[in-house]
């Protein structure tokens, strides 16, 4: 809109120049006095905040539901993502939302710099690695050290490989780790996801540094466990989420500008039903996010309620096989207050729980493990049932499918991730059926804009010829 406005202001002052002449007051005349002539490093940081946020809880819905058995569309004659039916434009959002909101963090983070300013440095450079991971681990190779500099006359970036992307972006969370000054406090405007607490930006800065040394584990020259029990055992010189109140969790109002990502709730759960391997879990825990997720199926005459029950993803075109209603998303998901998760407490027990399964550090993993199914039931205002875990297929067994299965339920509307946890682990094992497409096989990637290989060509090619091809089957570097 800006650019939009500046054009219609230069045309207008051209057309003037015909009339009359022009003088040394010029640039005078051409002042929009509703343009902000310098932004300070807080002015970027709430609506990138919100407006991804908000993304990615709309992808969450639209993409990863659908595609690791959450829920999916009913009816549903044919195609679609929960049978692996994956178009070649199916990416373009994320590559095109996230590129735009770094622009942005990148003029944050120049404007946090000039201005001398520790905190906004570090918020700048852990927005900037958690949307640079999620970019990367959507596509693999992406444009990075080139990216955003089109006024520098760069407008055919080169693709970075994904290790040279992690290996900066986990760099740059370990120096916002040691920037952050708490005694300093945020003094650009009260921030939306934390209130302008500074303590709880550097412990989403280093429990997101422990989300990606996870992704990247499988990879020896990261280092990554070495690195991670570096931060599990260091809590005082790298805090993590303790709480769910530490949690990366926008509270969205519904009140402008924080208003709710769906334009109608009710298209949340219009043609939409539960995917029976998420909710037949759910059932087996006797788990209490079972009505916060979904409501109850109905006989087919939508007379009588018959308990939570699901659908197979990829089930045959033939609506008339199932004898009731399925279970369909609770609206309250979506109407205000809402919640959109960036990084919850849960995840960073999860994690750790991992870590001590695979003995990479010397603590407790059932520990972590119950209080990472705690934390996670909490989030969503349900009450943990006392005997929750007495329950057989709710106890630690010691095993990392009890782990995933857990961390899978955990990461409940966040974004991508249990779809990137899927592709590190091979967990929870998802059920097959005769109509998924894809060779039955689950996608590892998005294609890339059919635009950047178009304007981009040169580029793009050598990228994919590094990667082994521009397939949603080419798995990205941390998963080979």
């Not at 002015?43 to 905040?49: A, G, H, Q, S």
């Not at 690695?129 to 990075?144: E, H, I, K, Q």
């Not at 109140?245 to 709730?265: F, N």
């Not at 399925?326 to 919640?339: E, G, R």
């Amino acid at each position: 809109m800006t650019r939009s406005i500046n054009k219609f202001l230069a045309v207008l002052v051209a057309l003037t120049c015909l009339n009359v002449s022009c003088t040394d007051n010029f640039e005078e005349i051409n002042i929009n006095p509703n343009l902000i002539e310098k932004i300070s490093p807080g002015t970027l940081l709430n609506p990138t905040i919100y407006e991804v946020a908000s993304f990615n809880a709309t992808r969450s819905n639209a993409f990863t539901f659908d595609l690791m058995q959450v829920a999916l569309p009913f009816p549903s004659a044919s195609g679609g993502v929960h049978r692996y039916d994956i178009g070649e434009n199916a990416g373009n959002s994320t590559w095109n939302t996230y590129y735009r909101w770094l622009a942005n963090v990148k003029e944050m983070q120049a404007a946090a710099v000039a201005a001398e300013d520790p905190n906004y440095e570090a918020i700048a450079l852990t927005l900037n690695a958690w949307l640079y991971s999620l970019l990367t681990d959507s596509f693999g190779d992406v444009p990075m050290e080139e990216a955003s500099r089109g006024d520098e006359k760069i407008f055919y970036p080169a693709f970075n490989t994904q290790q040279e992307v992690y290996t900066k972006i986990l760099a740059d969370l370990e120096r916002a780790n040691s920037l952050y000054d708490l005694s300093r406090g945020m003094v650009y405007g009260t921030d939306i996801l934390y209130g302008s607490n500074v303590g709880n930006w550097q412990r989403f800065t280093n429990s997101l540094r422990l989300r990606l040394l996870l992704r990247v584990s499988k990879r020896s020259e990261m280092n990554a466990e070495a690195r991670m029990a570096e931060i599990v055992n260091n809590p005082g010189a790298n805090p993590v989420f303790s709480s769910n109140e530490e949690g990366a969790i926008l509270k969205i109002t519904g009140i402008p500008p924080l208003i709710l990502p769906w334009g109608r709730a009710v298209d949340f759960r219009t043609g939409r039903a539960a995917s029976a391997f998420f909710i037949d879990n759910l059932n087996t825990l006797e788990d209490p996010r079972r009505t916060k997720f979904f409501g109850e199926a109905t006989s087919t005459d939508g007379q009588t309620k018959v308990g939570y029950k699901g659908i197979p993803s990829g089930f045959d075109s033939n609506n008339a096989q199932f004898d009731f209603s399925p279970s369909s998303p609770n609206i309250a998901l979506v109407t205000a207050p809402m919640v959109a998760v960036l990084m919850s407490y849960a995840e960073v027990e999860f994690i750790k729980a991992e870590l001590a399964q695979k003995s990479i550090v010397d603590t407790d993993a059932q520990l972590h493990y119950e209080k990472g199914v705690k934390a996670a039931i909490a989030q969503w205002g349900a009450e943990v049932p006392a005997n929750y875990f007495e329950n057989p297929a709710a106890a630690y067994d010691g095993t990392l499918e009890r782990i995933m299965l857990q961390k899978y339920l955990a990461l409940y509307f966040t974004d991508y991730q249990q779809w990137f946890e899927y592709r590190r682990t091979g967990l929870p094992v998802l059920p097959k059926t005769a109509g998924m497409m894809n060779n039955q096989q689950v996608p590892v990637r998005f294609r890339y804009p059919s635009n950047v290989q178009q304007m981009n060509k040169e580029n793009y090619k050598a990228a994919v010829e590094r990667m082994g091809g521009d397939d949603i089957n080419t798995k990205v570097w941390w998963e080979k």
